[in-house]
C-alpha cells in the first residue's frame, strides 16, 4: 500500500513553533559576559582548593565515576565519610547524597508523605517538589506564597474534612526566582504541632547563616525537619544532600526509587564538597563580599531606578512583564558584555517575565555599578 509518509516530527516542530511565537522558546547559549546568571555566588566553581581536592582525590585512587548504585557497588567510603561531615556541619543527625537537588527533591517528596498525609507547598515552590507531588500517595495541596496563616487555614479545613494523618510543609528557605525568604519560625510553630517542615536551602547554602550553614540552621536536629543543600550553587561542585533523621534516612535508602535506581554521585563530588565545607569554615570573608555587593547594587539601583524593589539577596528579580520585552531588555544588556538571562513563564506566573539577576563573586564592585548603569539606560518606558 502506497502513501504520504507521515511527518513523525510534526507535532514537536508545531510545538516549538507555537513557543517561538509567544517569545517562550529556550535555546542554549555558550557563556559571554560578566556572570549575573550563574548560582556560582561565592565562586568556588573554579576555586583552586577546589581543583587540588579532586586532583588530590585522583592521586589518591579515588575514582571518577561511581560505576553503580549505592545498594550495588556505587556505595563508597568517600561518599560515606563525607555524609558525614556534611551532617556534622549543617547540624543534622544524618545526610544523603544525591546527584543533584532535583533528584534528591523528587525522592523526598515522592517518598515520605505516606497515604493519609497532606503534602502543602508554597506557592512558588521549585518543580522539582511539583514533581515529586505528582508521584506521591499523600494528598497535596498549596498556599498562598509565604503565608503561614493561609498554610495553617489550608490545615484546618483539611482537619475538619477527616483528614488525620502527618502534614508535610515544604517551603524553600530562600527563593530561586524571587530571592525573597520563608517565614520559617512561623512554619516550623506549624510542623510542630502538625507533622513535618521541609526546607529546600539550595540558595541559602553557602551564603546565609553561620559559616553559610543556611537560612533553618537554627531547626536542624529537630526530628520533624528535613533540609536539602545542593552542592552545584554557592558550594561550587555537583550533587545535594538531604539533611535529615537517621529513621527517614534509612526509609529513603529502602524506599526511595530515584536513590535505589540511580547511579551513586561521582566520588569526586565528596571531595569537592569537603573542601567546599572547609572553604566555608575557613574563608568567611567570601561571604562579606558577596553581602558587600548585594548592598552596593540595591544603593546603585535605588539612586537609578527607585521604582524596582530590592529583594535583599544575591538573587534580585526584575520584573519586566511581558515575554518579548523581558527578553528584548536581557539581550541589550548581554550586547554591553554583563550576562543576565530572562526569565519566562512557565518557570514565573504570566504577566511577570522578569530578568533574573544572580550576584556571584564572578563580578567586581565596579561590574555591578556598570549593570546598574545599563539597566538604567535600556529599561522600558512603559
Known sequence: MSGAVPDRLAVFRADLDGLAAASRQRRLIPRAGVDFASNDYLGLAASPRLRDAVRAALDEGVPVGAAGSRLLRGNTGWHEVFEAKAAAFFGAESALGFT?????????????????????MDALSHASTHEGARLTRATVAGFRHNDAGHAADVITGWRRDGGTGAVWIAVESLYSMDGDRAPLDDLAALADREGFLVVDEAHATGVWGPQGRGLSHALEGRENVITLHTLGK??????????????LRDFLVNRARPFIFATAPSPLMA????????????????RQRLHDLIALFGREMAARLPHLPMSGSQIVPLIVGTDADAMALAAHVQAAGLDVRGIRPPTVPAGTARLRVSLTLNATPDDVTRLAQVLEAEWPVS
Do not use: F, H, K, M
Not at 543533584?100 to 502543602?120: E, F, H, K, W
Not at 554557592?234 to 529513621?247: E, Q, T, Y
Not at 571531595?271 to 567570601?286: F, H, K, N, Q, V
Open 100 to 120: 543533584g537537588g532535583y533528584p534528591a527533591n523528587v525522592a523526598l517528596i515522592s517518598t515520605l508523605p505516606q497515604r493519609g498525609d497532606l503534602l502543602l
Open 271 to 286: 571531595a569537592a564538597g569537603s573542601a567546599a565545607l572547609d572553604i566555608l569554615r575557613d574563608e568567611p570573608e567570601r
Open 234 to 247: 554557592a558550594l561550587g561542585g555537583s550533587g545535594a544532600l538531604l539533611c535529615l533523621p537517621r529513621v
